[in-house]
Each structure stands twice: as C-alpha cells, then as structure tokens.
C-alpha cells in the first residue's frame, strides 16, 4: 500500500498517518517516514490566491490520507487561528537581494509554533480513546510551544525536559511559567542530547509500557512526530507563492532555501515539499559552531565524537540531527537495513561513513556550512545597519551560510528562513547592535525596542511579571522516575 507510512528501519513495517502520530516513533528505534511521493503532488499553479490556511490542507490530504477532509479542515483553523499575530501566519518580507520567510509570529515567538499548534489537534484525532503522556525534550524552543499547544487538552498531558542552565532567561522563563492543569517542565542536569537521547529510551522502554498499563501511551512532540513535520512543509508553499504573486519568480522557478539547523526537521520538510513539486535548487543548510553536518557534508562521515559547544544560538546546539536519518532513508531508495546499520554505527561509535553514491546524492539536493559566534553578531549588525533589518541569532547563521552560497553560485532567489524573534536572545542582539550593554534582560528587551523600533511580542513582553511554577532540577538518570510520577499525577487521577 502506497499511503501507509513505514520505518526507516525496518520497511516491513506498515501503519496508518494516524497511528505513526499516536505513537511518535518506531518500536524498532526508526522514524516514520512516508516511503512514496510518486502518487502524491502539489500543483504550484493552484496555488495563487491561496490563503495559508488552504494550502495547509492541500498538504496534509496529500500525506496523511486516514484523515477525513472535515479533521483536516477543523484541524487547520484550529491551529492557525488569531493565536498568530498575522493573517499571514507566516509572512515574506524582502531584505536587500533575498527574502526573509518569518517563521515566529505564533504564541510562543518561535518557528515551533508552526508544527505546535497544529500536532495537538491532529494527535487529538490519533488516540481513538487512549490517554497520552507527550514527552518532549527541548534545546529551548520547542518546550515552550509544545507546552502552549498542549495545555488543557483532553486526555493528553504533557512533560517538557530541557537543558539546566541551557537556555536562555526568557525561554526558562516562558517555560517556568506555563499554566495548564496537564503541563510539567523539568531541567535536567545535562546538555540537549542527553534530554533526547534519554526521552527516546523512555519512549522505548517496553517495562515502563508495562507499568503504566493498557491505557495510557507515551510519545512525542519532537520532530521525531511526523505530525510536527508535516506542518512546517506548508511554509514552503506558502512563501515561493508570495514571490510569484509579488511577480519576483515565474510559477516554475528555482529557488533557494536557507535553513538554520539543528536536528535537521526544518530542512527536511523543505525537502518533503520538494519531493511534492516544489521547484527548489538547492537547500543550505546553516549550523552553528555545532557542525557535525559540515564536516558530514564534505567527508561523507558523521561523527559526534566531538567537543559539545555552547553557543549564541542555543537552539541549535546539537549533535545528533534527529531527522537527518529521514534524509539517509530517502536517499538511500528506502534501504532500511543500511539506514539501521548506520544507525547501529551511530549508537555504538558515535559515527558512521555513508558510501560516496549516498554522499553524492545528498550534495545535489543541499550545501552546508557553518557560522562561528563571531560571525553571527557579525551578521545581526551588518544586516540591520545596512538594511535596517533585526535578525535574531538563528537566522545570522542561515544568512552568513547563505553568503557563503552565494559566493559559489548566486543564480536563483533565496528565501532565508527566519526561525525567532530577536526578542528572544536579548543579550546576543544587544552585543550586536547596542553600545551600552549590561545583564537585565528585561532592560535590554526595552533598550532594542527604543533602539529600533521594532514592536515587542506581547507573550514577550509579558513573561517577566508571570508566576514561576515550574521549579524542578533533576538527574538526567531520573528522567524515567519523573515520567511515570506525572503519568501518576496528570492521567491516572484525572479519570
Ligand atoms: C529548533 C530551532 C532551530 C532548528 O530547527 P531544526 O528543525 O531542529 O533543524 C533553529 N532555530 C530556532 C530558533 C529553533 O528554535
């Protein structure tokens, strides 16, 4: 059957859209992943016109065909509704000879909310009549908007782990103090992938399954989800669609994408929309110090064996890219025993070489390359003196990338993927653009804002003044324990 998705692990594998959301990843370690775009496409002609909302549902009949038409479009309003602060949900703004696709205009100020609002709403029509633990490990920002989007739900709660002292003020802060009678936060004492790879043994432990009974199911809003992914192909669409009605491309064109990345989701959905019609020549992939896929992008050998950097844009200080393995499995033609023997490599090495015909094929589709710190505030004033233009620190490294693209080829438009709002890395912007500089973050908030003249997010601005009641600090060999009490506390008590 073409519609079903299967694991890039194991291709005998065979489950509904609904199912592979339900449960967030595979039994066997593998991702779901839909194995078949040839009866699948987006018609780019169609789309003119289109408002956001529309070409969301175009999207998601074409990949999770279990849904009715009727979920598809409850589920679509639902999400973006007035919780955006634009019509648009994501708008296009052109800056100098490339254009910005502003990804954080949600609840949270982050790009997450894009994928956020909407997996709640599809995971509500995925249960059937089973209660779900979401557990959700977070380098910053994905905490935050899977917490809003999950809050109050029906027969779901919630669980956030992130990084102690990994994040910054207003990202703890926001997660500190979400409300919600089904929402925990936990630091953990440790980095992100400790937080992930951690949640992925939860998530795979069969004697915890055991214990917590029949009822009750975990899994995950990381990007892991294929209901967290599919939502971010929308943007694609939408914003090549906003250069041919703006007469900036032809409907047919090529275009660019530059993407900031850190577990490789955001890209990969540009490439899931690729593989449904659109017209892109290259994707640029953009790390920060953090540049485990740079070096995999010019050896042919990822290897995670490596000092860990804490860098200026914390969300993307990662090490292993999740869904990269998506990538190796459409690349290598679906072959899931080679996909498990690197993953198998990965586990026990921390590396793996793929063969030069995989690396070649990769290459085609994607340039990588890498930002220091330096070179980010760098960008974040190079670009707002020049251009008036604030960048918040995620998206200074897919513009430095992009530079560096261009330098190579500069032939087809660029749409540069815009991943937060400046407001959320005060200090870095304040470094960037400032002269005075000091640790109130709250003042530095304000001081951009004169500054510049650039409005403050209002769940921003508010943040400061809301309650703290999240406080736990724990072990990161604790996490399981943690789990299965707030399963305790958030579920079981609430039949
Ligand atoms: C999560 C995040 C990224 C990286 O996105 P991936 O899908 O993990 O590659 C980039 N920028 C910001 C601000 C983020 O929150």
Redesign the pocket.
């Known amino acids: 059957m073409n519609n079903l998705y299967t694991s890039t692990r194991n291709n005998q594998v065979k489950i509904s859209a609904k199912d592979a959301i339900h449960q967030g990843f595979s039994d066997d370690g593998g991702l779901y992943v839909f194995p078949n775009f040839d009866n699948v496409s987006i018609n780019i002609e169609e789309l003119k016109n289109k408002s956001y909302q529309d070409i969301a549902q175009l999207v998601l009949r074409q990949l999770l065909p279990d849904f009715s038409d009727e979920e598809i479009n409850e589920c679509v309003s639902a999400a973006y509704d007035s919780s955006f602060d634009t019509d648009e949900i994501t708008p296009v703004t052109d800056v100098d000879n490339f254009h910005i696709l502003e990804l954080?205009h949600g609840p949270t100020s982050?790009?997450?909310d894009v994928g956020l609002q909407l997996l709640p709403q599809l995971m509500k029509h995925s249960i059937a009549d089973k209660r779900v633990m979401i557990l959700t490990a977070t380098?910053?920002?994905?905490g935050k908007?899977a917490l809003e989007g999950f809050k109050n739900s029906d027969k779901i709660a919630i669980t956030v782990f992130y990084p102690h002292n990994g994040v910054s003020k207003v990202q703890q802060l926001q997660m500190a103090s979400t409300d919600g009678n089904n929402t925990e936060v936990a630091a953990i004492e440790g980095n992100f992938d400790d937080a992930q790879s951690n949640v992925k043994k939860i998530l795979n432990d069969a004697s915890l399954k055991q214990e917590l009974g029949n009822n009750i199911s975990l899994s995950s809003a990381n990007?892991i989800n294929i209901g967290r992914l599919i939502p971010?192909i929308v943007y694609y669409f939408y914003s090549y669609k906003k250069l041919v009605e703006n007469n900036q491309i032809h409907n047919g064109a090529k275009v660019n994408f530059s993407?900031?990345?850190?577990?490789?989701?955001?890209?990969?959905?540009g490439y899931l929309a690729k593989q449904l019609g659109l017209p892109v020549n290259k994707f640029i992939v953009a790390s920060n110090e953090n540049n485990v896929l740079t070096d995999f992008f010019n050896s042919g050998i990822y290897d995670r064996n490596r000092p860990f950097f804490k860098t200026v844009?914390p969300?993307?200080d990662?090490q292993i890219?999740?869904?990269f393995e998506r990538l190796l499995y459409y690349k290598s033609n679906g072959d899931t025993a080679y996909v498990k023997q690197l993953m198998d490599e990965l586990e026990a090495n921390g590396k793996y070489q793929v063969s030069d015909e995989l690396l070649n094929s990769i290459q085609e589709d994607f340039y990588c390359g890498y930002s220091t710190d330096k070179e980010i505030k760098e960008s974040i004033q190079d670009v707002y003196n020049e251009q008036g233009y604030l960048m918040?620190?995620?998206?200074a490294?897919?513009y430095k990338v992009m530079r560096d693209y261009q330098k190579i080829d500069d032939s087809c438009p660029t749409i540069l993927?815009s991943?937060?709002s400046p407001y959320?890395?005060v200090k870095v912007v304040a470094e960037a653009i400032l002269d005075d500089n000091h640790d109130n973050d709250l003042q530095l908030m304000k001081d951009i804002q004169v500054k510049t003249g650039v409005d403050i997010p209002k769940n921003l601005a508010n943040v400061w003044n809301l309650p703290i009641l999240h406080k736990d600090v724990i072990k990161k060999d604790d996490m399981r324990d943690y789990v299965k009490s707030k399963v305790e506390a958030d579920l079981y008590d609430k039949n």
């Open positions: 954080f982050a790009f997450k380098s910053g920002d994905t908007a990007s971010q993407v900031p990345t850190g577990n490789f989701g955001d890209v990969l959905a844009a969300s993307m990662i890219s999740s869904n918040d620190p995620h998206t490294v897919g993927l991943t937060a959320k890395f």
